[in-house]
Each structure stands twice: as structure tokens, then as C-alpha cells.
């Protein structure tokens, strides 16, 4: 059971993430020299994930995975096209069904501007080639591992599954079995009033995880967490 639930979570993993790892089983090193000069354009996309990434951890001590791999952006058009999003009320923190968030003639706009797919292709997904790659000047919060092996890979595997699952099943808890998140580019969308961007969470050891798209609107000079977009195919 423990195996078949791993398999599953690892499988919604890589469908999301880009595929353009290294054939080989050897992990690849961050960039030594990444681009540290950003133009405003990044530099607020950035901003809005990492503030995001803020509001999930609780216990700042704790040791963080984020893959260095980004999802695939036509993920994020495929989940938005399936108009099931969610308004999250500020007072209450919960959410509630928006169906008229979601406008086709806006969606048209960002497929030409960020995909190089038809709209029959996003729908199923066939291009997973995108953008590479997260490093720590990405974020604020420092305490992390960003991982460039894929989940399911032999070094993966490893380096946090094989000897060491003893380990990750008698302490559920314990340092080894990192929470674990993957993010896409975000994506400007409504004529630049929104940022959305795909966002998979999970543990290492893969019994649990889920996936959604993330909507940020800029309100009074600052962008806030608006909307969330969850895909039907995964629970």
C-alpha cells in the first residue's frame, strides 16, 4: 500500500513538472553563476511565489524541498481553462465557487503570449517542455534544498527514499521527509491584473499531495492571494 500510494503521488509529479531533466541518474548542480540582475517584470512575478511559498510554512526552523525543475506554464492554461476556481474570502479563509473569474477571450491572450500550443494541445497536455530553472534568489525564505533530480529517479531515490525509508516510517515527521513544493512561471493574465501560477505540494515520501493553480490580483498598490483553481483530474 505504502509503495502504490508513493507510485501515484510520484506520477502526478512528473506529469507536471518539465520534462527536461538529464538522462542520467546523477543529480545536476544549481547554476553556480544564476542571473542575480532581474527586470521588474521577474522581480514582481518572483516576489508573488515567494510570498506565496511564505503563507505555507508555519515552522520557520524547518528544512524545506522545492524542485528546481518548474512546471510546465501550459499546466497552468490547461487547469484555468477548466474553470473550476475558487474565491477565497479574507475574513473567513475559506473558499467559494467563482465561476466568473475565468474569461475564454482573456485565456486566448495568454495562450498566444505563453504557449506556443493550440488549445486542443493544452487541453491534453502534450507539451511539457518549460522554463528551468528555481534558485534561492528566488525566494526569501532560505531554509531550503532545491532538488534538480525528478521524483521516481534512482538518485532521488537514493538520496531520500531507499536506505533511509526505515527512517521516514518510524519518525513521520523527522528531517528527512521534507515538505515538498514545485511551482510553474507565473503568468500575467486580465491585462495584467492577475498573477497565476501552478503550485504541487506534498511529502518526499509521496502519501500525500495535491495541485492547483494560484491567483494573486493587485489591490491598493499590492498583489494578495485572490483565487485558487484546483484541476479535476487530480484530488
Known amino acids: 500500500m505504502y509503495q502504490m500510494k508513493y507510485r501515484n503521488f510520484i506520477v502526478i509529479v512528473v506529469i507536471l513538472i518539465v520534462g527536461c531533466a538529464s538522462k542520467s541518474d546523477k543529480s ?6 544564476p542571473i542575480n540582475k532581474l527586470n521588474d517584470t521577474l522581480r514582481e512575478k518572483y516576489a508573488v511565489v515567494s ?4 503563507t505555507k510554512i508555519n515552522d520557520r526552523s524547518k528544512k524545506i524541498m522545492i524542485l528546481s525543475k518548474k512546471i510546465n506554464t ?11 476556481i475558487y474565491e477565497l474570502d479574507t475574513i473567513t479563509g475559506k473558499y467559494k465557487d467563482d465561476k466568473t ?8 491572450i495568454a495562450r498566444k503570449k505563453y504557449s506556443k500550443n493550440t488549445a486542443a494541445e493544452i487541453e491534453n497536455a502534450t507539451d511539457r517542455d518549460g522554463d528551468c530553472c528555481w534558485i ?3 525566494f526569501t525564505y532560505k531554509n531550503v534544498i532545491f532538488e534538480e533530480s525528478l521524483p521516481g529517479t534512482a ?11 526505515t527512517a521516514i516510517e518510524a519518525n513521520f515527521f523527522n528531517t528527512l521527509n521534507y515538505d515538498f513544493y514545485v511551482f510553474s512561471e507565473p ?7 492577475c ?22 490580483k493587485k489591490k491598493n498598490g499590492k498583489w494578495v492571494q485572490t483565487h485558487k483553481g484546483i484541476p479535476n483530474w487530480i484530488s
Open 51 to 54: 510570498d506565496f511559498l511564505d
Open 28 to 33: 545536476t548542480v544549481v547554476p553556480i553563476n
Open 74 to 84: 501550459n499546466m497552468t492554461l490547461r487547469i484555468l481553462k477548466l474553470n473550476d
Open 155 to 165: 538518485d532521488f531515490i537514493e538520496k531520500y527514499m531507499s536506505s533511509k525509508v
Open 187 to 193: 503568468i500575467y493574465y486580465q491585462n495584467r491584473e
Open 101 to 108: 473569474f475565468y474569461k475564454e477571450a482573456a485565456w486566448e
Open 136 to 138: 534561492a534568489e528566488n
Open 195 to 216: 498573477l497565476i501560477f501552478t503550485f504541487s505540494e506534498g511529502y518526499i515520501d509521496g502519501l500525500s499531495g495535491s495541485s492547483y493553480i494560484i491567483i494573486y
